[in-house]
C-alpha cells in the first residue's frame, strides 16, 4: 500500500514537474504510519528525486536556451539573408543603370576630341608638345564658340558641341572606367577625334589637322608666329566641323563677306533639311547687308519656297517688309511666321526663342499700328531675355521710346549701345542707330541735327555697300522733311522723288513736303494715295489730320483723327491731336477726354501735358492745369512749345 502511494506520489510529483519541496500529502502518509526510520529513509529517497528533477529541469532549461538562442540566430540568418539578397539586387540594379547611363551617354556624345600632335623633337624639347599644341587649339575652338552668337536650336545641329564640349583626349593606360566611357563612346557616340601634326618646312612649319569624314586642313608660316598659326588652324577645323556656327562667328565678328560661301555651302549642301534652312535665311540676310534689300527678300523668299517650315525666313521676310515700308504686308507676313512658329516642325525655335520672337513681332504689329507703347514692353521683355538678336532689338526699343515721346527713355537706351554684346547682324544694326537717333531728334524738331545724324550714313555703306538700298524707305523720308523744314525744298523733293512708289512712309513725307509749300490739294493727293495703298494703318490718316487741323479745317481734321483712332486705338498721336482740335473748336469739356485717353498711351509726351494744362484752364480748373503745366516742364518739348509754355504757366488763371 505504502508503495502504491509511492508510486502515485512520484507521478503526481513527475506530472507537477515542479518545485523542490516535498510532496506534504506524501510525507503526511509516511510519517503517519511507518517507523521513524523509514519515515526517514522515505524522506531521503523524496529529497533525492527532488534533486534529480530539479537537475532534469535546469538541463531542460539550458537545452530550451539554446534552442531558442538558435531560432533567434536563424531568424536573424534569415533576415540578413534577405538584406543581403537585396543589396546585391540593388547593386545590380545600380551597376546595370549605370552601365546603361554610359551606353546612352556614350551614344548622345557628340564633342570634339583633341588628341596629342605629332611634333618634331626640337619643338617638343622646347615645351611645344603635342599635348601643348592640342591645348592650344582647344582654347582657340572653345573661344570661338563662346563668341559665337546665335539663338539656333542646339538639337538641330548634326555635330552639337554643347552637351560634350572640346576636350583634350590624352590616352589612358590599363582597364577603369574612363577606359568603358572612351570605348563606348568610340563604338556608339558621334564625337570627332582631331588629329594632326606639325612639321617643318623650308620656311617654317606647317600645321596639319585631321577631323575624319569632314576631312583636313593645313596651315603654314613663320615659326615665330605659332600662336597664330594655330588660331588659324582653329578657324579651319570650326569651319569643317562646325559650318554654320563658323558662319555666325565671322557674322558676329564683322567679316560678312568671308561668312558668304560659308552660308551658301550650308544652304546647298547641308546634311539635313533644317541646317539648309538656316543656311538660306543667313545668307538672304548677309545678302541684303551686302548687295541689296530686294535681292536679299528674293533669296528669303526663294528660302520659303526651297523649305515651306522656314519660319525664321518668314520672320525676315516681315523684318525686311518693315523696313521697305509695308506695312501691311509685313502685319500679314507676321501671322504667317507665327503659323509656323506654332507648328514648329523644324524645331527652329526652342522655348525660349519662341517667347522672344513672339515679344519681338508683337512689338513690330504694335508699332505699325500707332501703340509705340506697347511696342517698346514688348522689346524691352525681350531685351531682358537676350538672344541672338539683342543689338537690333535695343535700337529698335529706341526708335519705339522715341515715337512715343518718350524721349529720356530713348536717349538712355540710345546710352546703352555702347555696351553692345557680339552682334551678328552689323550692317544692319549699324542703320537702326542712325535711325534711332534721327527720330529722337525729329521729336524736339531739331532739324539740323537730324540732317547731321545722316552723316554716318555715307561710311556705313562703305562697309556695308548693300545698306545703301535701305535708305530710301528709311532715313530718306526723315532727312527729306527735314530739309523741307530747313527751306531746302528742291534738294527735299530731290530726295523724296526718287523713293519707291509703294513706300509708305515715303508717300507720307511727299505728302507733307507738298503741305509746307501749301500745295494743299497735291498734299491731299498724296495722304489718299498713302491710305489706299494700306488702308487698315493709321498713320497717313493721323498726318492728314494734323494738315487739314493746320489750314483750319476743323470738322475735317476730327473725321481723320477719328479714322486714325479706329486703325490705331493706341495711338496717341491722333487722340491728343484731336483733343487739340476740340479745344481750338472752344469744347474744353469735350477735348479733356481726349487728353486723358492719349495720356494712356503717351504719359511722358509734354506737349500732350501743355495742351492738356490750356483745355483745364480754359475750363476753369486752375490747379489741375498748373499740375499739367509742371508735368510738361519736366518734358521734353520743342522751342515753340516751351515758349508757350513759358507764356502760359505765368499766369495763375486761364490762359490767354
Not at 488702308?535 to 494738315?547: D, E, L, V
Amino acid at each position: 500500500m505504502s508503495e502504491e502511494t509511492e508510486g502515485q506520489d512520484t507521478g503526481t510529483e513527475a506530472v507537477a514537474g515542479g518545485g523542490a519541496s516535498v510532496d506534504p500529502f506524501a510525507a503526511a502518509v509516511a510519517l503517519g504510519g511507518a517507523s521513524r526510520e523509514r519515515a526517514d529513509a522515505f524522506l531521503k529517497k523524496q529529497e533525492a528525486f527532488v534533486d534529480n528533477q530539479n537537475s532534469l529541469i535546469d538541463i531542460q532549461k539550458h537545452h530550451l536556451h539554446r534552442q531558442l538562442t538558435a531560432l533567434d540566430l536563424g531568424i536573424w540568418e534569415k533576415r540578413l539573408g534577405v538584406l543581403l539578397r537585396i543589396a546585391t539586387a540593388f547593386t545590380g540594379l545600380v551597376i546595370a543603370a549605370g552601365l546603361a547611363f554610359m551606353i546612352w551617354d556614350a551614344s548622345e556624345s557628340s564633342g570634339l576630341l583633341i588628341e596629342p600632335f605629332s611634333v618634331p623633337p626640337d619643338l617638343a624639347a622646347r615645351g611645344i608638345t603635342g599635348q601643348v599644341v592640342a591645348a592650344k587649339l582647344l582654347d582657340h575652338l572653345s573661344q570661338m564658340q563662346a563668341e559665337t552668337s546665335t539663338s539656333r536650336a542646339a538639337k538641330s545641329y548634326v555635330n552639337d558641341w554643347g552637351q560634350t564640349g572640346i576636350k583634350l583626349d590624352i590616352p589612358e593606360t590599363g582597364v577603369s572606367l574612363t577606359e568603358l566611357d572612351n570605348f563606348l563612346r568610340e563604338k556608339l557616340g558621334h564625337d570627332i577625334h582631331i588629329t594632326g601634326e606639325v612639321v617643318r618646312t623650308a620656311t617654317g612649319v606647317s600645321l596639319t589637322a585631321r577631323t575624319g569624314g569632314e576631312g583636313a586642313e593645313s596651315v603654314t608660316g613663320s615659326e615665330a608666329d605659332f600662336d597664330g598659326l594655330v588660331r588659324q588652324l582653329s578657324e579651319s577645323v570650326y569651319g569643317l566641323t562646325q559650318p554654320f556656327r563658323y558662319g555666325m562667328y565671322l557674322n558676329s565678328h564683322d567679316r560678312l563677306a568671308e561668312a558668304v560661301p560659308v552660308f551658301k555651302a550650308v544652304a546647298e549642301t547641308g546634311p539635313t533639311r533644317v541646317d539648309r534652312a538656316y543656311g538660306y535665311n543667313q545668307r538672304g540676310l548677309l545678302t541684303t547687308q551686302l548687295v541689296s534689300i530686294d535681292t536679299g527678300l528674293h533669296q528669303l523668299q526663294q528660302a520659303m519656297a526651297v523649305e515651306p517650315e522656314n519660319l525664321l525666313a518668314q520672320l525676315r521676310i516681315t523684318d525686311v517688309e518693315k523696313d521697305k515700308s509695308l506695312p501691311e504686308q509685313a502685319i500679314r507676313d507676321n501671322e504667317k511666321m507665327l503659323t509656323l512658329l506654332t507648328s514648329n516642325k523644324l524645331g527652329m525655335a526652342t522655348e525660349q526663342t519662341t517667347d522672344a520672337i513672339k515679344q519681338v513681332n508683337q512689338s513690330l504689329v504694335d508699332g505699325l499700328l500707332g501703340d509705340f507703347q506697347g511696342s517698346a514692353q514688348n522689346l524691352k521683355a525681350s531685351v531682358q531675355t537676350g538672344g541672338a538678336r539683342a543689338a537690333i532689338i535695343v535700337r529698335q526699343l529706341a526708335q519705339a521710346a522715341a515715337l512715343d515721346h518718350n524721349l529720356a527713355m530713348a536717349r538712355n537706351t540710345i546710352g546703352d549701345f555702347a555696351n553692345d554684346r557680339v552682334d551678328p547682324f552689323p550692317g544692319i544694326t549699324a542703320l537702326e542707330t542712325i535711325v534711332a537717333r534721327m527720330l529722337t531728334d525729329r521729336e524736339t524738331h531739331d532739324w539740323a541735327i537730324v540732317l547731321s545724324e545722316a552723316d554716318a550714313i555715307a561710311p556705313m555703306v562703305q562697309k556695308y555697300p548693300g545698306m545703301s538700298s535701305w535708305l530710301p524707305t528709311t532715313t530718306v523720308p526723315l532727312t527729306a522733311y527735314a530739309e523741307a523744314m530747313l527751306g531746302k525744298i528742291a534738294d527735299a523733293e530731290a530726295h523724296i522723288s526718287a523713293t519707291p512708289a509703294d513706300c509708305y512712309d515715303c508717300l507720307i513725307a511727299r505728302a507733307r513736303i507738298a503741305e509746307l509749300q501749301g500745295q494743299h490739294p497735291r498734299a491731299d493727293w498724296w495722304f489718299a494715295r498713302a491710305i489706299d495703298g494700306q488702308k487698315s494703318i493709321p498713320m497717313a490718316y493721323s498726318y492728314w489730320g494734323q494738315a487739314l487741323m493746320e489750314r483750319g479745317d476743323l470738322d475735317g481734321a476730327i473725321a481723320k483723327f477719328t479714322l486714325a483712332n479706329q486703325k490705331g486705338p493706341k495711338f496717341a498721336d491722333p487722340l491728343e491731336m484731336w483733343g487739340e482740335a476740340l479745344l481750338l473748336q472752344k469744347h474744353p469739356d469735350q477735348a479733356l477726354p481726349k487728353f486723358e485717353d492719349a495720356d494712356k498711351y503717351a504719359p511722358n509726351w509734354g506737349r500732350l501735358h501743355l495742351k492738356w494744362g490750356e483745355a483745364l484752364g480754359y475750363a476753369g480748373k486752375n490747379d489741375e492745369a498748373r499740375a499739367q503745366y509742371e508735368k510738361a516742364s519736366n518734358l521734353d518739348l520743342t522751342a515753340a512749345d516751351k515758349a508757350e509754355l513759358a507764356k502760359v504757366s505765368a499766369l495763375s488763371i486761364k490762359p490767354q
